[in-house]
C-alpha cells in the first residue's frame, strides 16, 4: 500500500505542505521523542507532545463530551498560547494538537500557525469555520492538518451532535480543506450508533475518493454531564475496530492514525507512558483531556519544563495507571483515579465543577487492554514506526502504585 499511498500524498496535496509535513512533522517528531528517551534515562520528564485545548466553547453538543461547551467561554489567549510553545520547542516539541471545544471559535487561532512556522499543528475540528477563506490562510500557513470528527449518518450526526444538519457543514468543512490541498484527515469516535456505518470499507472508499488523506478511529468515552454509556463499545466490537484499522493499513492507500497500541498490538494509554499529557482551556497541566484535574498551571511561576517534571499529580497518575492496566484507567478504575485526586487534593478544572462526582458515579468498564486477543500491526511501515516511535517507552515495566505505596503495601502494582 505504500506506493498508492505515496502516489496520493505527491499528487492530491500542495509539495510545499508536504515539506512542512515530513519536517516539520515527521523528521522533528523523531527528534522529540529520542530526546524524551533521553530525559527519562536521565530520570527527567517532559511530554514529546503536548495537546492544548485552546477554548472550551463550541456550536455543538456532543454526547459524551466532557468539555463546558456551555458555559463562559474560557481560552488561552495568544501570548500565553506562543509561550508555552516557546517553551515546549526550547525541549524539542514541534508537534501540537489544537483541541478545545471548537479551536476554530478561538479568534487567535490562525495567527498562533503563522506565527510558528517551524511547528506543525493538527486540529481537532467538526469542520464547520472551515471556510474557503480559513481554508487559503491554512494553506498559506502549510503547517496544520485539520483533523475533521464525522460521527455518523446525517440523522445519526444530528443526534450524536445535538443540532440538525451537522453532516453537511461538515463536509462543507471537509470540501474547503482538500480543494486547498490540505493535508486532511477525518475522525470518529467509535460508538453503538455509528460503527457499523462508518467501520466499513464503503466509509473507508469514500473518504479516499473526497480527497481525506488519512482518518482516526477514537473509542468512545462515555464522559461528562451527558455520558451516555449505553453508546460504549464492548470488547468485541472495540477488537473489531482495531481488526478493521490493521487490515486497513495494509489494504488501503489512506493513513490510519491510532494512540492506543504498539507494533504487536498490546494496548497502552498515551497519558501513562508519558507521551502526551493535555493543557485544558484554563491552562491547567492535566495527564489527558478527559482527566480534569490538575495540580499545576501554565501560569506558574517556574518554567513549564520544570512544572512536568517535578508534577506529582502527573508523576503518580503515571505511575498508577501503569501499575493496573495497559488500558484506559478513567474507563477501567475510575475509583482508583478518585482517590488519586483526593490525595493530591487535585483541583477540579472544570466551571460545572462535578468532574469529581461524574468519576465517582462511573461504572468500570473495559478499555482498549486485551491482553488475550492482541492484534500486531500487519503493515511493516506501521510496524517499523511504531517499532520505534511510539511504543510504552518502558512504562509498564515496574511501575510503582502510589496509591499502594501510601498504603504501606508491597510498591510494584498488580496488573
Ligand atoms: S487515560 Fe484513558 S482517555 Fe486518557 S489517554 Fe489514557 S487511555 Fe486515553
Partial sequence: MLLPMAKRLLTETDQRLLWKLAWNFGFRGMQAIVKHKRRLRRGEFFPPFLYLSVINSCNLRCQGCWVDVAHPQEKIELDALSDVIRQANAMGNYFFGIVGGEPFMHGQLLDLFEAHPKCYFQVFTNGHFITLEVARRLRAAGNVTPLISVEGTETVSDTRRG????????????????????I????????????????????????????????????????????????????????RVRQFVVRTRATRPIGV????????????????????????????????????????????????????????????????????????IVLERPDLLQELVVLHEARDTTQRDTALAELAAMTPRPSQADPEHEIPEQSWVYRLAKKHFFNDFGAYQNPIDPLAARRGKS???ER
Fill in 163 to 182: 443540532r440538525q444538519g451537522v453532516l453537511n457543514r461538515t463536509l462543507e468543512g471537509i470540501q474547503h480543506a482538500v480543494d486547498q490541498r490540505l
Fill in 184 to 239: 486532511t484527515g477525518v475522525c470518529t469516535s467509535v460508538c453503538q450508533s455509528n460503527i457499523d456505518d462508518l467501520v466499513s470499507e464503503a466509509w473507508v472508499d469514500r473518504l479516499i475518493e473526497l480527497g481525506v488523506l488519512y482518518m482516526w478511529y477514537h473509542t468512545y468515552r462515555p464522559m461528562g454531564p451527558d455520558a451516555c454509556p449505553e453508546l460504549a463499545l464492548t470488547p468485541d466490537q472495540q477488537r
Fill in 257 to 328: 492514525v491510532d494512540a492506543y497500541y504498539d507494533a504487536d498490538g498490546q494496548a497502552l494509554c498515551p497519558a501513562a507512558t508519558g507521551f502526551t499529557h493535555h493543557i485544558s482551556p484554563q491552562g491547567d497541566l492535566e495527564p489527558c483531556p478527559i482527566v480534569q484535574f490538575a495540580t499545576e498551571t501554565i501560569y506558574d511561576p517556574r518554567p513549564l519544563a520544570e512544572t512536568f517534571n517535578r508534577s506529582e499529580f502527573l508523576r503518580d497518575f503515571r505511575q498508577l495507571a501503569a501499575s493496573h492496566t495497559r488500558g484506559c
Fill in 411 to 413: 510498591q510494584v502494582g
